[in-house]
């Protein structure tokens, strides 16, 4: 099945730089590669996602990249601000569907005002 | 639309028991995956399921975990005999469907083995 590792495990910034959360995964077949944040004791909440056709995409402050030769993909949190904290969760699908995820171990985000 | 729900928010069953948790997927969803989450840890996917058909169980344990999505009602995460282990929070997503849209989570029942 598919392995998705993700680095670094905790991450400190402070207010206003930039924060940058890696994902790798194994499985050639996954085509969709979804971003969530999860605030201590809630849902996690998609903040932004790629599909294996485009390498790049920006939503305000965050982006993701894609690079499908090297099967890996990253997060890219610009102008971080303290509501940024949370734990973050790249992931990856599976070969029986989009919305069959397989999550990373997160990152903990800390933005230090 | 009043999201995905979970209910109950919160278990505590005692080693042995059963514990059934319960995922009404969004107006309109279809597709219904759950998720366990560890303590400090990712998800980890279960099931996928669409109504009265198991798609992909390979997450699941093969003993002792169960789930369904009847034609009428929520789905249902069924343990049997818990076990310490088994505490964690269990997440619920639904999906109109399975390609190009996104998946809406609930917030999650938090079961505890005592």
């Known amino acids: 099945g598919e392995n998705v590792e993700q680095h670094p495990s905790t991450l400190s910034v402070q207010e206003g730089d930039s924060a940058v959360i890696k994902c790798t995964y194994s499985d050639s077949a996954s085509n969709y590669f979804p971003w969530y944040k999860q605030e201590l004791g809630k849902r996690p909440q998609l903040i932004i996602d790629?599909?294996?056709?485009?390498g790049e995409k920006k939503d305000q402050r965050i982006a993701v990249t894609l690079n499908k030769t090297a099967k890996h993909f990253s997060l890219h949190i610009t102008e971080t601000q303290p509501e940024d904290s949370a734990v973050y969760f790249c992931?990856?699908?599976?070969?029986?569907?989009?919305?069959?995820?397989?999550f990373g171990t997160g990152t903990r985000l800390t933005v230090i005002p | 639309n009043a999201g995905v729900m979970q209910n109950p928010r919160h278990l505590v069953r005692r080693r042995g028991q059963e514990a059934r948790l319960r995922c009404s997927p969004m107006?309109?969803?279809?597709?219904v995956y759950w998720y366990r989450q560890l303590p400090e840890e990712g998800l980890k996917f279960m099931v996928y399921?669409?109504?009265?058909?198991?798609?992909?169980e390979s997450g699941m344990p093969k003993e002792r975990f169960s789930a369904e999505f009847p034609k009428e009602g929520p789905s249902i995460l069924r343990i049997q005999q818990v076990v310490r282990g088994d505490s964690a929070a269990y997440f619920c997503a639904s999906s109109p469907f399975t390609e190009n849209t996104e998946a809406f989570f609930g917030q999650g029942t938090r079961l505890t083995v005592v």
């Open positions: 992931a990856a699908s599976s070969r029986t569907g989009a919305n069959n995820l397989f």
């Open positions: 790629i599909r294996s056709n485009v």
């Open positions: 399921l669409q109504k009265e058909n198991i798609i992909d």
């Open positions: 107006k309109g969803h279809s597709h």
